[in-house]
């Protein structure tokens, strides 16, 4: 026999071939039909995909999401115009900002006491003298080498493990202005973050051992000041005075070698704006609960203010719950590491978001 009879057909069977029971087995057309009916079901399959994968494709070419996940790095130099950092930056920190000088100057604490609202890291407010002792040994001035560009080319290079074999170095070292963060190492990554370093941010627990194979000899090695001490150790090492190793959550350099014409001192006025505006931080937190902007979110907030055009790399964090993904792009440590550190990388990642939304900054790697 052929075909079953009606009679010993499966309810399954007889689903399949739909209610109405005109498809007799004995019918010659039955194989043919019973075919087509699973060949729908398989173009219909097929039409979906290609439906889904339609819009996926329509929405990631649409622009502000091509900016969101990924901006397409080219050879040329991007188009740069005077003051449009600076109009973006206004949106979103306001007008006032322009006014204050990117580095601190001894004649605003020597002959003029400039009153500072707040405490470290927020401002100076209890810390004037020795900051007057420092500034009375460093310098303030934005190098001729950037003052005289015509507009400022700045790439922000944050650490994330994300540069790893992103191949950006020879991007990254065409731009006039790149900006480090913290010990990040160039030694031996030139291929993936390039070798050019003309701002570093540091502070005395972040500061590399060895800053003279990480950094250029006109490199900026800009302190961010935490807190008083960091003041103290910077005139220490400068001075050569002797070190105090007390008052440090990590121990800092007791030798480092730098030329003390390369040390900047940051305006505590951008860890303010950067924790009040990007973050609706409280400015003056309870001493137990101190909540601070990363280092990174710092350098772009001084960039917009430093430069006419600002590309970050390199900055995004893994999953909370992605605990084995390693952060850095140079070494082996997990988010755990950054338990304590009074940082909210989620609350940032929606800082960086608006600002790439918004046009402020373009991304070289996917955010
Ligand atoms: C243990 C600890 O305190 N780690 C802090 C370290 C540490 O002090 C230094 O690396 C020196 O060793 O410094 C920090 O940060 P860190 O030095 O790790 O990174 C510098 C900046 O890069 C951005 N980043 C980093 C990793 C990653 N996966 N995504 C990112 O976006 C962040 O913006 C970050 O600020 C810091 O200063 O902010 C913040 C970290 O919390
Ligand atoms: C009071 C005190 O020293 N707190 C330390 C934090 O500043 C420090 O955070 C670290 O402080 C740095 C400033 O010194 C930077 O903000 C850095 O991003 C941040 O991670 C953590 C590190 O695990 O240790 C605590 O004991």
């Known amino acids: 026999m052929l075909y079953p009879t009606n009679a010993s057909v499966s309810l399954g069977q007889q689903v399949a071939r739909g209610s109405r029971d005109d498809t007799s087995p004995q019918e010659p057309f039955y194989l043919l039909r019973n075919m087509t009916s699973k060949s729908h079901w398989k173009l219909l399959a097929l039409a979906l995909v290609l439906v889904v994968v339609m819009v996926w494709y329509s929405i990631s070419r649409e622009d502000r999401y091509i900016e969101f996940f990924y901006f397409p790095v080219s050879e040329k130099k991007e188009p740069c115009f005077q003051g449009e950092a600076e ?19 001894l004649k605003d604490y020597f002959w003029v006491k400039t009153p500072s609202a707040y405490e470290l890291p927020f401002g100076t407010k209890g810390s004037e003298d020795l900051l007057l002792r420092v500034l009375a040994i460093t310098s303030y001035s934005i190098p001729e080498s950037i003052q005289s560009l015509e507009c400022r080319r700045c790439v922000v290079v944050g650490n994330g493990h994300r540069l790893k074999n992103s191949s950006l170095g020879g991007v990254i070292n065409k731009y006039d202005v790149v900006i480090r963060l913290n010990n990040a190492p160039v030694a031996g990554y030139e291929g993936d973050v390039g070798s050019k ?25 800009v302190l961010v000041a935490f807190k008083a001490m960091d003041f103290h150790w910077i005139e220490t090492i400068l001075s050569d005075k002797k070190r105090v190793r007390k008052g440090f959550w990590k121990q800092p350099p007791l030798i480092w070698d730098v030329n003390p014409k390369q040390i900047r001192i940051l305006n505590p006025f951008f860890m303010e704006i950067a924790a009040d505006k990007l973050l609706s931080l409280p400015i003056q937190q309870p001493r137990k609960i101190k909540q601070k902007p990363t280092t990174g979110l710092l350098a772009i907030t001084l960039a917009l203010h430093l430069c006419d055009l600002v590309h970050i790399a390199g900055f995004g964090y893994p999953d909370a719950y992605n605990k084995k993904q390693t952060i850095h792009y140079y070494e082996q440590i997990t988010l755990k590491s950054m338990a304590g550190s009074g940082h909210n990388v989620s609350q940032e990642a929606v800082a960086i978001k608006r600002m790439l939304e918004m046009g402020a900054v373009k991304n070289l790697t996917y955010f």
């Open 197 to 221: 370093t003309t701002i570093r941010l540091f502070y005395p627990e972040s500061a590399h051992f060895d800053p003279k194979i990480e950094n250029n000899p006109d490199t900026l090695l």
């Open 87 to 105: 109009r973006q930056a206004s949106k979103i920190f306001g007008n006032h900002s322009r006014e204050q000088p990117i580095f601190l100057q």
